[in-house]
């Protein structure tokens, strides 16, 4: 064993042909890539720009292995929607119905024209009778 770490990096030459993106270099950085099959225009996010991967991985609805980037939700900041409220169990976006904050951030409290829980309906149907 030498004293000399070997890196885990591909060197340039193991990777795809990229001359057709002047701009990929910069975009390596990115986490996440929103991405669309070419084929039934299904969405998908991958670690990895689609043309860096050996073997693309298969489009989970009809099996083929074609991705294209998809700019427009690239652009975007998606994490900047995303809501972590007790309204879903699960990340959804802001000012969904159950959620409890609207668009611009403020907090939809009991007694708004625009407040929405479960069985809130069924709890105000009961106080009025």
Not at 10 to 26: A, F, K, M, V
Not at 58 to 83: F, G, H, I, P, S
């Amino acid at each position: 064993m030498t004293g000399r770490i070997e890196s885990n990096r591909t060197e340039q030459n193991d990777l795809p042909d990229r001359s057709h993106h002047s701009d990929l270099p910069i975009l390596l950085d990115m986490t996440r890539w929103h991405v669309r099959c070419r084929s039934c225009r299904a969405r998908r996010v991958l670690p990895k720009h689609p043309d860096l991967y050996r073997l693309q991985p298969q489009c989970r609805r009809c099996r083929v292995r074609n991705y294209v980037a998809d700019l427009w939700m690239n652009q975007r900041n998606t994490r900047a929607m995303a809501c972590y409220c007790y309204g879903y169990p699960f990340i959804h976006r802001v000012s969904s119905r159950f959620c409890q904050f609207r668009k611009d951030r403020t907090e939809r409290l009991m007694g708004d024209p625009d407040f929405n829980a479960r069985g809130y309906e069924e709890y105000l149907e009961e106080c009025n009778t």
